[in-house]
């Protein structure tokens, strides 16, 4: 959600792949793939976008969080990054998602969404289930 120099963007990449790689991560049994080249994402947070309210965004704490270490001035990016999130997990029909606690309301979020999808566009989504990683 904050502006990247690209070529700083471009070494993150490969220094992420690199870290799921030497974590044992086997690409012949798995798919890796750069979120950003799959326009999908972008065009289901627009569609899940539409369907959530402002209200809802601005109570996450996690919203409340980072605006406030921006001096109050949070970018739309930044309010609107858990329906990326979302589209996420949506897209690819997730039915259980590994979170820590601090992404719980951003899980149930995406579970409201795909619930109000649902219910107005037929069952297409499944609603996703939390996976709370141990300490």
């Not at 979170?99 to 499944?126: R, T």
């Amino acid at each position: 959600t904050m502006p990247k120099e690209p070529a700083i963007l471009r070494q993150n990449i490969l220094d992420t792949t690199a870290a799921i790689l030497a974590c044992g991560i086997d690409p012949k049994k798995c798919f890796l793939f750069r979120q950003s080249l799959v326009p999908e994402h972008a065009e289901l947070a627009w569609i899940l976008g539409c369907l959530t309210n402002v209200p809802r965004l601005l109570r996450l704490p996690q919203w409340k969080m980072k605006r406030a270490s921006q001096n109050n001035e949070g970018t739309v990016g930044l309010l609107t990054y858990p329906v990326l999130q979302a589209a996420d997990i949506l897209l690819y029909k997730s039915t259980h998602v590994p979170v820590g606690e601090d992404q719980v309301l951003h899980l149930e979020l995406a579970q409201d969404i795909a619930q109000h999808f649902n219910k107005k566009y037929g069952e297409f989504f499944p609603v996703p289930r939390a996976i709370l990683s141990e300490l």
